[in-house]
């Protein structure tokens, strides 16, 4: 048996242009343009290339990008001004403060401090109180891409039993929460779990976002199961030519039993971007008092 393979890079090219569609309407019919800030302190190769591409598809979608690059040695007082005067902004909707920090700065009082109206990262403890009680916080964009992934696989899941191994606040707790919410009966494992193959194997849903490479085995995945694969680790190509991006699921092995299976790269990343670009618009929308579009 081969796994059905779940394209995330196709599906998040559809949910931008229904997001697009969305945007035109709120331009048209209330004059409202969504605009998001993406802060980006220090120098992180990989990190600039994110924030690039987060920039080039908000205004592919018709949105405002603001973009503000600070030097790593900014201090934390700077960094708090910049974000009050953007949470005072009113052509800002959606603020986005790229993580991880330099050490010197708290990342948690930086999240504290955006608004939690313009928090599209989903991560302010006002929004991770809300999305908990199923009160229609600001989810988090990776476990919201991973959702949509596993509903367009699946279609109804209620019942199924999920395994999320990994327990961040970013992935692993938020995405226990929506699968919750989904009428999954829920596991929440990680690296410390007595029998984790022995858990995993009875997943009809397994999320891997662990963030050790290839952890997951062929032989801990239940056969016929949906697997998600959050992880993107940089690994050394065995000949020594450089390095090439893995999941936390050993690929080749999964896609011998796993029923459907996201790639890496290709799958979960794409959506988390498209999944930031609909949280903006959401957040445009319930700022300015418009009705949110039912497209997505």
Not at 14 to 25: G, K, M, N, W
Not at 213 to 219: L, S, T, V, Y
Not at 220 to 231: L, Q, T
């Amino acid at each position: 048996m081969a796994a059905h393979l779940i394209d995330g890079k196709a599906f998040s090219q559809t949910l931008r242009e229904r997001i697009a569609i969305s945007v035109a309407q709120l331009k048209d019919e209330h004059g409202v343009t969504p605009g998001l800030a993406v802060v980006l302190v220090g120098e992180d190769p990989a990190s600039q290339i994110y924030v690039r591409n987060k920039a080039r598809q908000t205004v592919e979608t018709g949105m405002r990008s603001f973009e503000h690059k600070l030097d790593a040695t900014v201090g934390e007082a700077e960094l708090l001004g910049l974000i009050a005067r953007l949470n005072d902004d009113p052509a800002v909707h959606g603020i986005l403060v790229q993580l991880p920090l330099p050490g010197h700065i708290s990342e948690k009082a930086v999240i504290a401090s955006i608004a939690p109206s313009k928090d599209v990262d989903g991560f302010h403890p006002e929004n991770v109180g809300r999305v908990a009680n199923g009160e229609g916080g600001i989810v988090p964009c990776t476990p919201s891409g991973s959702m949509l992934l596993i509903r367009y696989a699946l279609g109804d899941v209620a019942g199924l039993h999920a395994v999320v191994v990994g327990r961040s606040n970013i992935v692993g707790k938020p995405m226990a929460q929506l699968l919750l919410a989904n009428h999954c009966t829920v596991t929440i494992a990680h690296s410390r779990t007595r029998e984790l193959a022995a858990l995993t194997r009875t997943a009809d849903i397994l999320v891997a976002a662990v963030g050790r490479p290839e952890m997951i085995r062929g032989d801990w995945i239940k056969p016929g199961a949906c697997v998600i694969d959050v992880g993107i680790n940089r690994v050394r190509r065995a000949d020594g030519s450089g390095d090439r991006v893995v999941g936390d699921v050993a690929f080749d092995e999964a896609y011998s039993v796993a029923g459907h299976l996201t790639p890496v790269p290709g799958g979960v990343g794409p959506m988390t971007i498209a999944c930031l670009l609909a949280n903006t618009y959401q957040a445009a929308c319930r700022i300015h008092g418009v009705p949110v579009s039912a497209a997505f």
